[in-house]
């Protein structure tokens, strides 16, 4: 037999998972060592009180046979991709309740997507950019052609018209650089998209964290993208839910390729190999499009954007290169001292006994830079910029 020896093509192990280890490694040899992680984008507030409400309730609903539920709609229940079709409505995006995909998040439905196409096809990747997108393509076979992001382009590269493309992946806000893409700067890229016949797979979980109106928040509001693109969006860190799992996928109907209908062809997929998402959870997700659930996750977002405000004062005030931290939740600095990436994690982890995500890990291009997330506690990010200023 043949097993898919593509894999020998990945680094040994996932970006998040070689930090954890070498965290842990640490922490093992060193135990009176209080250390701060701001490495992976994990929240740390709990998930707000109309959501945790909602699901107390749906949990006594399963215990009773009268309201008890057992396999649901692979592609979510209507109440929630109703609230979720609402949620656009009110940004002036209209979607059609057959084209929202409920799903345990945008991490696995990224990778899920690329049943949907042919191995052969040209793949476009922005360097630095979140893994999943590369190693999934890796695992796949497919042959990736990166886009450069660095300082020249705002980290954000824009269309090649000689480069052709069929696939092509942006992500905006941006893991990790926390840039941002204007409407012009997307209406490129739809415009490509079209002219190529090419698909865009727009990740879109750090949409809340935008706070400047002029900036766009989905690929829809780009006039033609439901005719090229596919949109991933979470309530991961929108909500807190990355240990509770929820997220959602738009596949517009128009959207066609080969003959086929990329809708169709996504239904077909899941409801082939995915049973959907615990009634439980998507009764949590739906308290969130509450008036009181808005409420209470901005509040939440408002407490991490003020961390990102601290982190970044503190290295403006150091004269230290950045960008993100203001419709984002991370901020990218370039490593001081011009030190590599591993090396710059290395050391903030001895001194500082803080724990960051090197840019290296992301690409290439990321060499050189560093993420930290402001999804940590207030005291804990507070602690770290002191630490940081004394190095
Ligand atoms: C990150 O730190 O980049 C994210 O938490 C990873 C993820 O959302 O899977």
Redesign the pocket.
């Known amino acids: 037999m043949k097993i898919n020896a593509r894999y020998k093509d990945l680094k040994d192990s996932y970006l998040?998972s070689t930090i954890a280890r070498r965290v842990a490694a640490y922490t093992a040899a060193h135990p009176e060592k209080a250390v701060i992680r701001l490495?992976?984008?994990?929240v740390t507030l709990p998930l707000c009180p109309a959501v945790v409400e909602a699901m107390r309730k749906a949990v006594a609903e399963m215990g009773e046979k009268e309201t008890f539920r057992g396999y649901g709609p692979e592609q979510g229940y209507d109440f929630l991709a109703e609230a979720i079709g609402a949620y656009y409505a009110e940004r002036g995006i209209v979607l059609d309740r057959s084209e929202i995909f409920v799903s345990d998040?945008?991490?696995s439905d990224l990778g899920n997507i690329l049943d949907l196409f042919d191995p052969d096809n040209a793949v476009l990747i922005p360097d630095p950019v979140?893994p999943?997108y590369v190693d999934t393509n890796i695992m796949a076979g497919r042959a990736i052609r990166y886009m450069d992001a660095g300082e020249e382009n705002g980290f954000l590269p824009l269309p090649d018209e000689g480069e052709k493309a069929d696939l092509i992946y942006l992500c905006s806000p941006n893991?990790?650089t926390g840039a941002v893409y204007n409407r012009e700067q997307l209406r490129l890229w739809v415009d490509y998209a079209l002219a190529n016949d090419a698909v865009i797979l727009f990740d879109a979980?750090y949409e809340a964290f935008v706070r400047d109106p002029a900036l766009p928040r989905s690929i829809f509001e780009i006039e033609g993208a439901r005719r090229c693109a596919i949109e991933f969006c979470?309530f991961?860190?929108t909500a807190g839910f990355?240990g509770t799992r929820c997220g959602y996928t738009v596949v517009p109907q128009e959207l066609e390729r080969g003959g086929l209908s990329l809708n169709g062809m996504w239904l077909r997929r899941q409801t082939t190999k995915f049973n959907g998402v615990p009634y439980i959870v998507q009764r949590g997700a739906a308290a969130v499009f509450t008036p009181e659930g808005q409420r209470q996750i901005r509040e939440n977002i408002d407490y991490y954007r003020e961390n990102a405000r601290i982190i970044a004062s503190a290295l403006r005030e150091k004269g230290v290169w950045f960008t993100g931290g203001e419709n984002s939740p991370y901020i990218w600095l370039k490593c001081p001292d011009g030190l590599d990436s591993w090396a710059y994690f290395d050391r903030l982890l001895e001194e500082a006994n803080v724990v960051g995500?090197p840019g290296g890990g992301f690409g290439r291009n990321g060499e050189g830079f560093f993420r930290l997330?402001a999804f940590g506690d207030r005291a804990d990010t507070e602690e770290a910029v002191r630490r940081l200023a004394r190095m």
Request: no cysteine; aromatic share 10%.
């Open positions: 998040f490495g992976i984008g994990d998040g945008a991490k979140y999943v893991n990790p979980a979470s991961s860190k990355t995500t997330t």
